[in-house]
């Protein structure tokens, strides 16, 4: 039976329950005896290369039960593809901290790592299981139902569409369209996740542009159009990185400020959303805005989906639960069970296949006029996000 | 003593409690004899030129309640300046539904409405009494301690720099900067709301930038780079109207798109933070992001304060208080009666010297540098934003 000391990292972007999936996996490490101390690495993979190792328990237990309801990465995080040349360095801080037991939360890279690192150390003939625990907003890993963090940022992303649809119709006076962009380069499931929003037929959002279908301008500014015949203003959501079909991102543009420096798309600060913008505003001439939140989708620890905390949290404690058990080179992953009434279990994916694949929007989920949504897609993802708060509507009866 | 019909409208852009305002108007006509009917203009005073009213007494009491947590306005707003031919029309509305009692919520140009019309119809021989309710998250209206809705988007502001501050600290290894734009062209009340997020001194925000102060790009380029030095990020709060030393907004910019259409500033959709960025990128060579939400944080129910909608409600009822003893062309304000702990009381203010002023953060709220608030703003701030939530820190003790 193996034994020593575990060590937990974060990877790549946060969610705003990765923490929650850190309090599992230190909560159960203090459980299990196999388990002699549980380290953390500072930012990730590349704090370990630098032996930046903290220890865990040295933290207060109600710090670590404070993880649950924190945002951000607690342990500090990063982007780094590991190197060839990296792998002795790695083997050597493992061996002088002994540490066995591998954990690392994350996306399709981390689980690269873990996936690597873990043969490189079983090739050196060093005992160690390596487990990841599953985390992106953006919802598009392989080999599990959804992802830890998806459901908070889905919510966040609803609530504000929501909440600005409602100040958009009533403000359309003023202002006749608003658009909302999402997180998410490749995949849609945030952008399309706003639909939820929407409980009447005049609801934002209107039209959710999806990096999976190539955008087309004109059939753009014709959907904005019907929408603002029919209701006197025009809900758009979209992914960032949504493209033309030559595969141009929308975001695409050049950008002089008054020292005459000119900058070419994303290193100018430009955005889909706002060049969705200036193509309503040409072809109308209306006024509108558009909402750029980046990473405020990724850290909302107010607007948590409580079924995403309770996962994120279960994710964390099982890659602990495996691991004792030798069980090594796998994911944790979410299986659905039910879907309504919403229920969910454990399960594992195969590390390697994880790192290999991203997991885009099924057809299914998207509506054959490719600017929505299907009712499939709102049952897959309602329980993920949780129940959205409900606003009164005025009957608004005329006076005679 | 004076009986009839009351009018209640919604003027400029909402806040998150507008609608609590709306309640406590409509709620306090319910309770008054003197009131027969209460109606609502559509889309403010332009709705009410077009005699668009519906009837508030269809409304059922628990959709009334709801308005208290409802975001936009629920009657539909508008942005118009009252010509002098529309007096006529005006006062023939008035007298076809015989309102005697006319109420208006919104900001400086919604007092100056209400100040216009009241004077005219006293001149006309027409008795009606126009009392203002105060509103905007900009916090620059003259003749009250603080204006309904300021509150509650300050705490938007505050949540959001402190969540994204968090996830910027954990962030370092991969983005070195975050600029988040607050709403508010002439005022930085809100941009300064967000130094609330501030508990200990690495936090966010590192650099809060007004309007009441000239943009400096040398001065702003060495303070992110002391901040950098000092915790590894950056975190930059702007105004969304600061300006150059000669009135240039810090957002003009030139935009060129792949169909090499050419605008200018605003109309190009180019911001303030969106510019912020590109310097920072370009002195320094470091990523960041920066964070547009816009009309999101005036009308986000869930993150209302409290007080702020307390207060706003309270605002509403005592117009309609004020109004049936015959005083006119007042707005109602609010009083500060104690600091700490913070009290409150209502008063008047004159809508003439409402509507002709504005309210820029004082002096003494801003530190001498020009990047910062000073104790006495966060004093002023804090019991109208309400308590933020806490989270945890770890302690990060090295392993030996």
Known sequence: MLKGNAVVGQGGGPTAVINAS????????????????C????????????????????EAPETIAGLKTTPGSALGSCRYKLRDTDFPRLLEVLRRHDIRFFFY???????????????????????MVGVGVPKT???????????????????????SVKQAGILARDMQRVDQFVIFQTVGRSAGWLAAASALAKTAEEDAPHIILLPERPFDRERFLTDVERAHDRYGWCSVVCGEGITYPDGTPVSAAQVTDRFSNVEF???????????????????FGRRGEFQVCESLQMCAADRVSETDREEAYACG??????????ITGKMVALRRTSGDPYRWSLDTAELSEVAARAKPMPDEFIHPDGNFVTE?????????????????RLTGKPVA
């Open 22 to 37: 850190l309090c599992g996996v230190i909560e159960a490490c203090r459980e299990q005896s196999q388990v002699a101390r």
């Open 39 to 58: 380290l953390g690495m500072r930012f990730g993979i590349e704090g370990f290369l630098e032996d930046r190792l903290i220890d865990m328990d040295a």
């Open 105 to 127: 939360i994350g996306g399709n890279d981390t689980m690269d790592t873990i996936h690597r690192l873990e043969g490189y150390c079983r090739a050196q003939g060093y005992e």
């Open 137 to 159: 907003v953006d919802n598009d890993l392989f080999g599990t139902d959804h992802t830890p963090g998806f459901g908070s940022a889905a919510r966040y992303v609803a609530i």
């Open 265 to 283: 798309g994303a290193m100018g600060g430009t955005s889909a959303a706002m060049m969705l913008h200036r193509m309503i505003g040409n072809a």
């Open 317 to 326: 404690r099982r890659a602990v639960e495996l691991a004792v058990q030798g």
């Open 376 to 392: 499939a897609f709102l049952q897959y993802a309602r329980p993920l996000v949780g129940p959205l708060p409900d606003y009164i």
